[in-house]
């Protein structure tokens, strides 16, 4: 046990200070304080030292040097069985308990201050307290999130005033990874100011814990999901009104949904996709949410059962009522009305999540992904292709409607794995052959599942008559177009940029197709 006799609190987020601290002077805890937060607590009544009364200097530089000073840091640092001479001989007084949460940089950067501001957002002094705290913690308490406030003063409560050093120890790793979550924000915004440099030498990524999983993506598997701050409306951002505990899979399947569904432009358009393990069974446009909805599960209702739904509009009493029919996991969507709640709230298990607002495809960003021993860094595929940047290489021109389904196909291909074929024809998805390794069983996976599907629907064909095609790499070989030409469609849409391009350009013209290169792939693994 330690007694807490005297605690050092400087804080940005004063969320609980006032009651934390009467907590702490309730057990006879001298408090010592700086600038804001030494105000706010004696706006609360509570009698508090400053630093500079127990350091003897003022703090300077526009309040850059408040801390840094060996009566701060000594007291922090000072292991109490062993330097106890030292202590007495510098005049430097035991700290048992610090309380700092750090400056906003991660809020700053968000908001789009300057440089100059964000580099004034950087603290020095709080990581530097905080790390001696830690450091010492068979001495010290450190708290830096205020969630934590509630168990130190139930130690206080129960122990007459003392600190356990299980707790110390587990408030002293939670200011480590505060410290490197700090850290990491810091460098990694310090690297995209450096642009056009090369990579830098070293790279760090931190989340915040937002939910402990049962399990990953098979039950042996262990798994938690983490926030990293980043303002990206998505199934980080949401509120979930209703349902079970989201699981990983969840997670990761709704994350692919909506960033699907976020390519289209809500005004234009209501777009709707259905998802499974990360690849959509379907996806629409439309006039209403209803009937995109209702278009992007025609295109293989069977995978669509027990799926994930992403909407890029508010989700209404209809649409909501079209989608409970079938057994569906997940739901999200920028928002949904009175009707939509309402008529979800008898699906206890159904969770529905509401994002807030739309994830900007066009922005930057990074992701990244694990392999033995280290990681794998990129740019977030932001890449978006309009009409204008459309080459069409065969000698048929396309129709506005065909050059409209070639376009609306692309996106969606974008959001599939490789080898990836989608067929579309009035913007709706009319079969989709994802994640095979060679690009004409995709082409022939997508086919047959169309056929399925008339089958089925009991349909005179299937709707890759007429329809076009998108790959989201170039053609190796004619193979692949003449599946497609074979299966009905009119129009083709790939990057282009195989040496057999003119043997694939010349096989279209054979089929009569029309064909539009992109100049950008769209591998998604």
């Not at 809500?266 to 446009?285: D, F, Q, R, Y």
């Amino acid at each position: 046990m330690t007694l807490i006799r005297r605690a050092l609190l400087s804080v940005s987020d004063k969320t609980g200070l006032a009651d934390f601290a009467k907590g702490l002077a309730k057990h006879g805890v001298a408090l010592i304080s700086t600038g804001g937060t030494a105000k706010a607590l004696r706006d609360a009544g509570l009698k508090v030292a400053d630093v500079s009364d127990v350091t003897g200097f003022p703090e300077m530089m526009d309040g850059r040097v408040k801390t840094l000073h060996p009566k701060i840091h000594g007291g922090l640092l000072a292991l109490r069985d062993k330097h106890a001479d030292a202590m007495k001989t510098h005049g430097i007084e035991g700290i048992d308990l610090v309380v700092c949460n750090l400056y906003p940089f991660e809020a700053t950067v968000a908001k789009g201050a300057s440089f100059e501001e964000t580099i004034e957002n950087i603290d020095i002094g709080g990581p530097a307290m905080l790390r001696s705290a830690a450091k010492n913690h068979e001495w010290v308490a450190v708290v830096t999130d205020p969630e934590d406030y509630a168990a130190v003063l139930a130690e206080l409560d129960a122990n007459n005033g003392s600190t356990t050093l299980p707790l110390r120890k587990k408030l002293a790793g939670i200011a480590y990874a505060r410290t490197a979550a700090y850290d990491a924000a810091v460098s990694n915004w310090f690297a995209e100011q450096l642009e056009g440099e090369e990579p830098p030498r070293r790279r760090a990524f931190a989340g915040k814990l937002r939910q402990s999983l049962r399990y990953g993506e098979n039950p042996h598997q262990e798994a938690a999901f983490y926030a990293t701050g980043d303002k990206r409306f998505g199934v980080s951002s949401a509120q979930q009104i209703q349902g079970k505990e989201l699981s990983y899979n969840n997670i990761n399947d709704t994350d692919a949904a909506y960033e699907l569904v976020a390519e289209f432009d809500p005004k234009a358009s209501a777009a709707c996709a259905i998802i499974k393990h990360a690849n959509p069974c379907g996806a629409a446009l439309a006039g209403s949410l209803k009937e995109a909805y209702e278009k992007a599960l025609a295109c293989d209702p069977v995978s669509a059962f027990g799926g994930i739904v992403a909407c890029n509009r508010t989700l209404d009493g209809a649409t909501a009522e079209a989608i409970s029919k079938i057994f569906t996991e997940v739901i999200i969507v920028p928002d949904a009305d009175e009707d939509a709640r309402r008529m979800l709230a008898a699906k206890k298990n159904l969770r529905l999540l509401i994002a807030g607002g739309l994830p900007d495809p066009t922005t930057g960003g990074l992701t990244f992904k694990s392999v033995s021993g280290g990681f794998l860094v990129q740019t977030r595929d932001n890449g978006r292709i309009g009409r204008g940047e459309l080459k069409i290489v065969t000698k048929r021109q396309p129709s506005e409607a065909e050059i409209a389904d070639m376009l609306f196909a692309f996106t969606v291909c974008k959001h599939v794995k490789s080898n990836t074929i989608v067929f579309a024809k009035g913007l709706q998805t009319a079969g989709i052959g994802a994640g095979q390794m060679s690009r004409v069983d995709s082409a022939r996976i997508a086919v047959e599942k169309a056929r399925q599907v008339a089958k089925a629907a009991g349909w005179p064909e299937p709707m890759t008559k007429g329809s076009a095609a998108a790959s989201d790499a170039f053609f190796p070989f004619a193979d692949g177009l003449e599946e497609i030409s074979d299966a009905g469609a009119t129009s083709v849409i790939q990057p282009g940029g195989s040496i057999r391009d003119n043997e694939v350009i010349a096989a279209a013209d054979a089929a009569g197709l029309t064909m539009a290169f992109t100049g950008m792939r769209h591998f998604r693994h």
